[in-house]
């Protein structure tokens, strides 16, 4: 069956990195894009973007420009999203997901990797 | 892009009908059959109830229908059953490879 696991959560200083992993199975890797949402404490979702898993080609939200970076390792099925210069306001669960349909829906879900960034 | 506009809750007795709504424009909403709507259990990862506006996954009870009308698009949760109680958001395109989601809705089953 589809699975995507994600790392696990992490505490951060603000000014650090943080760099998460998604492992997909069940399926092939690289026929299926992969999106990135960030969830703030008590907060909806949020559409970070999204790597083309075929071609490794990112598209990124806007006000995530700059300091995210999505990369992947298509030998070990994995997706990573970094985020770089962390502040306290990043502070939130992280989820990967599959793209459906050829990415116009979600229907996998990773389980999420919280990252809390606190001094 | 800003955000949908969803209803911050909505409450039901069991065995009725809701219906939650998703606002956007003529830039997402408006302009694509596009939209998805996920359930969210407290603690847990968004899982993925309709997609292209009506269409189920395989799994998910028919009690859960979608809709669309204009810049409008609409869950509806019929039998409303206690296990339905969670947080549902909607999604859509919204052109040049980017997507936006909803605010959220609180549904609690009374």
């Known amino acids: 069956q589809v699975q995507l696991v994600q790392s696990g959560s992490e505490l951060k200083k603000p000014g650090a990195s943080v760099k998460v992993s998604c492992k997909a199975s069940g399926y092939t890797f690289t026929r299926y894009p992969l999106i990135w949402v960030r969830q703030a404490p008590g907060q909806g979702l949020e559409w970070m973007g999204w790597i083309n898993t075929r071609t490794g080609h990112p598209t990124y939200a806007q006000g995530f420009t700059g300091r995210i970076v999505f990369s992947l390792d298509t030998a070990v099925n994995t997706a990573y999203l970094e985020i770089s210069s962390l502040k306290p306001e990043d502070t939130a669960v992280y989820y990967c997901?599959?793209?459906?349909?050829?990415?116009?829906?979600?229907?996998?879900w990773g389980q999420g990797s919280l990252f809390t960034v606190s001094s | 892009q800003s955000a949908l506009t969803q209803p911050a809750s909505v409450s039901g007795s069991p065995g009725q009908t809701i219906t939650i709504s998703c606002i956007g424009n003529?830039?997402?909403?408006?302009?694509?059959?596009?939209v998805s709507w996920y359930q969210q259990q407290p603690g847990k990862a968004p899982k993925l109830m309709i997609y292209e506006g009506g269409m189920r996954p395989s799994g998910v009870s028919n009690r859960f229908s979608g809709s669309k009308s204009g810049n409008t698009a609409s869950l509806t949760v019929s039998g409303l059953q206690p296990e339905d109680e969670a947080d549902y958001f909607c999604?859509?395109?919204?052109?040049?490879?980017?997507?936006?989601f909803g605010g959220g809705t609180k549904l609690t089953v009374l």
């Open positions: 999604c859509s395109y919204a052109g040049n490879s980017t997507w936006v």
């Open positions: 997901a599959r793209g459906g349909g050829g990415g116009f829906y979600f229907d996998h």
């Open positions: 003529s830039s997402d909403v408006g302009n694509y059959i596009l």
